[in-house]
Nanobody
Framework: QWDLVESGGGSVETEGSLRLSCVAA????????????VAWFRQAPGKQREVVAT???????RYSEFVKGRFTISKDNSKTTLYLQMNNLKLGDTARYYC???????????????????WGQGTQVTVSS
């Protein structure tokens, strides 16, 4: 059983856009989306899972270099939903995207998967030319 549920993935052409969403699978975990460090990771076939963006409790967001200026992480506390707006998608963005919660307090971009306590099953994003 997964603690978080992602949605919004799909197939898109290069330079297209997608918005991923993440909610808690059970209400008991909803508070972790609004109160804790949360993040989006991605994993392409044959590669390690890598951080895409983090969002700290105080609202500070950080991004990996390869998505800066193209992706935006945000959350709607009223809906206890985490988002990842992805614009100007590139072939290299093809991967399975995962949301994670209960991250470290500094919530920096150097976080690794082991730093997070809650995960979703992921949603596939495929970018084609």
């Amino acid at each position: 059983q997964w603690d978080l549920v992602e949605s919004g993935g799909g197939s898109v052409e290069t330079e297209g856009s997608l918005r991923l969403s993440c909610v808690a699978a059970r209400s008991m975990h909803s508070r972790h989306i609004t109160r804790d460090c949360v993040a989006w990771f991605r994993q392409a076939p044959g590669k390690q899972r890598e951080v895409v963006a983090t969002l700290a409790r105080d609202g500070r967001s950080r991004y990996s270099e390869f998505v800066k200026g193209r992706f935006t992480i945000s959350k709607d506390n009223s809906k206890t939903t985490l988002y990842l707006q992805m614009n100007n998608l590139k072939l290299g963005d093809t991967a399975r995207y995962y949301c994670a919660a209960i991250g470290p307090s500094d919530c920096g971009i150097s976080v690794v998967p082991e730093n997070f306590g809650l995960w979703g099953q992921g949603t596939q994003v495929t970018v084609s030319s």
